[in-house]
Every structure is written in C-alpha cells, then in structure tokens.
C-alpha cells in the first residue's frame, strides 16, 4: 500500500511515512513534508496520494 519510493524521482519515503502520518495530526500535510525535507513537488505529491488511498480504504471500512 504504502510507496517505498517516489514514483518519479524515486527518493526513498517509506522511511518517513510514519514520521509523517504523526505530524499531520497536529501541522498541515504542507508543513510536515517541509519539516521531513520532502521540497520536491513529485515527492510531495506521491505523499499525498497515498494519504487519499489511506482514506478512500479507512471510509470502506466504516460502511
Ligand atoms: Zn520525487
């Protein structure tokens, strides 16, 4: 589920994901990846889709 790797440049993420999901709960998705040193837009974006899929599979299962 989780990209180890960014589908463009290939920058390791899988290493963050964690450090990440814990900071989204309290700054913006914006914030986090600036403090994680996500400033490439393909790294950010491959964050935030899997964060869509995240949810897409969380409200499956609550149905
Ligand atoms: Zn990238």
Same mark, same amino acid.
């Given at each position: 589920?989780?990209?180890?790797?960014?589908?463009?440049?290939?920058?390791?993420?899988?290493?963050?994901?964690?450090? =990440?999901?814990?900071?989204?709960?309290?700054? +913006?998705?914006?914030?986090?990846? %600036?403090?994680?040193? $996500?400033?490439? =837009?393909?790294?950010?974006?491959?964050?935030? +889709?899997?964060?869509?899929?995240? %949810?897409?599979?969380? $409200?499956?299962?609550?149905?």
């Amino acid at each position: 589920m989780i990209p180890m790797r960014c589908y463009s440049c290939g920058k390791p993420l899988s290493n963050l994901w964690e450090e =990440y999901k814990e900071k989204i709960k309290t700054e +913006s998705p914006k914030q986090a990846m %600036d403090e994680l040193g $996500l400033d490439r =837009y393909c790294c950010r974006a491959t964050m935030l +889709s899997t964060i869509e899929e995240q %949810d897409i599979i969380n $409200l499956s299962e609550l149905q």
